[in-house]
């Protein structure tokens, strides 16, 4: 089943998935599914892959996520496409997400953590990004299934 997203009074001119190489969303734009996932437009960085997680500043300018860039408090976002540098796409920020970055060993049910990978969590670490927990076990580092409820990471 293919997954449409809308969001009124705007006409979405990107699909989820899409790699825009124009900015055809202003960026920060927020829509939702047909089954209630949200998500915001954003530019691209670098190294993104499918699954991929980024922090975002004010300027919805996206840093792939490591413990350093967690200590800024940045929203956090996965990334549903491959929008690297000068790219543009949409980022999941709340709902069921499938195909997002994890370590080895990452277990289900589990709080998620920044790691020193970049774009990467783990289930153990310092820091707690919040309102992302993983609901499928990792034996290989690879991706997992999570819920996000506009994850962010916390003071320390």
């Known amino acids: 089943m293919s997954t449409f997203i809308s969001s ?16 055809l969303m202003p960026l920060g734009t927020r829509a939702v599914d047909n ?10 960085i670098g190294s993104t892959v499918v699954g ?11 840093s792939l996520l490591t413990e350093t860039i967690a200590a800024k408090l940045y929203p956090v976002a996965v990334a549903t496409a ?11 920020i709340a709902g069921y997400r499938t195909l997002a970055m994890v370590k080895a060993s990452c277990a289900k049910e589990a709080l998620l953590y920044a790691t020193t990978t970049a774009g990467s969590l ?15 076990t990792v034996v290989a580092a690879g991706t997992t299934d999570v819920l996000l409820n506009y994850p962010h990471p916390s003071a320390a």
Request: charged share 15%.
């Open 8 to 23: 009124a009074p705007l006409i979405i001119r990107s699909g989820l998935g899409n790699i825009d190489t124009s900015e």
């Open 35 to 44: 089954e209630g996932n949200v998500y915001i437009y954003l530019k691209g």
């Open 52 to 62: 991929s997680w980024v922090a975002y500043n004010e300027s919805y300018q996206t």
């Open 82 to 92: 491959i929008t690297v540098a000068s790219t543009y796409g949409w980022y999941q």
């Open 122 to 136: 783990d289930d153990a670490g310092t820091t707690t990004i919040h309102g992302a927990v993983a609901i499928t």
